[in-house]
């Protein structure tokens, strides 16, 4: 069972980086596609974009000017970047995995990032 | 962007009834879709995929999905007190991804 745990700080300054990191439990951490997904809170969840463990990427066009995702194979590791954070960036960020680059399999428990000064 | 609706916001129900959830996507995505699961306070979880597969571990065979094109439905047979959640549909036809804005399954 694929088990992933994200992990970074819980509330980031205004026009600040958002930075987080997953860490994947899985010896299959090559097989996956791994995402990162957010949902504000009462609101949809938002793909925010993905990486495959050779570095391709791809992002929401939406974020895309302001996020990077990046992945540490030798860790079994990806992050998130995402800079010049407004209130409007506080939500749940969840990691994600899937099989494929379609549905997401796997999820870890989400972390709350709250952007306030 | 694919834009996702999804209807009712929310439905009441009891434990024992049928219930139809549905999801309206903004042009054809063949049957690229999922149905995820979110209870308060935990993550989604994967229910079906391709618009009818249920997933293979520990998805219960009341929960089924059907559609093609842009009209999808989730139906759980006979609810359960651990089905009452919020339920979300995605789409995997295009970049970028994106999900409904939920319903939520409350006890009536």
């Known amino acids: 069972q694929v088990q992933l745990q994200e992990s970074g700080p819980g509330l980031v300054k205004p026009s600040e980086t958002l930075s987080l990191t997953c860490s994947v439990s899985d010896a299959s951490f090559s097989s996956y596609y791994w995402s990162w997904i957010r949902q504000p809170p009462g609101r949809a969840l938002e793909w925010i974009g993905y990486?495959?463990?050779?570095?391709?990427?791809s992002y929401n066009p939406s974020l895309k000017s302001r996020v990077a995702i990046s992945v540490d194979t030798s860790k079994s590791q990806f992050s998130l970047a995402l800079n010049s954070v407004t209130a409007a960036d506080t939500a749940v960020y969840y990691c994600a995995g899937a099989p494929n680059q379609n549905f997401f399999d796997y999820w870890g428990q989400g972390t709350l990032v709250t952007v306030s000064s | 962007d694919i834009q996702m609706t999804q209807s009712p916001s929310s439905v009441s129900a009891s434990v024992g009834d049928r219930v139809t959830l549905t999801c309206r996507a903004s042009q054809n995505i063949g049957n690229w879709l999922a149905w995820y699961q979110q209870k308060p306070g935990k993550a989604p979880r994967l229910l079906i995929y391709?618009?009818?597969?249920l997933l293979n571990s520990g998805v219960p065979s009341r929960f089924s999905g059907s559609g093609f094109g842009t009209d999808f439905t989730l139906t759980i047979s006979s609810l359960q007190p651990e089905d009452f959640a919020t339920y979300f549909c995605q789409q995997a036809n295009s970049f970028p991804r994106t999900f409904g804005q939920g319903t939520r399954v409350e006890i009536k």
């Open positions: 990486i495959y463990h050779t570095g391709s990427t």
């Open positions: 391709s618009a009818s597969t």
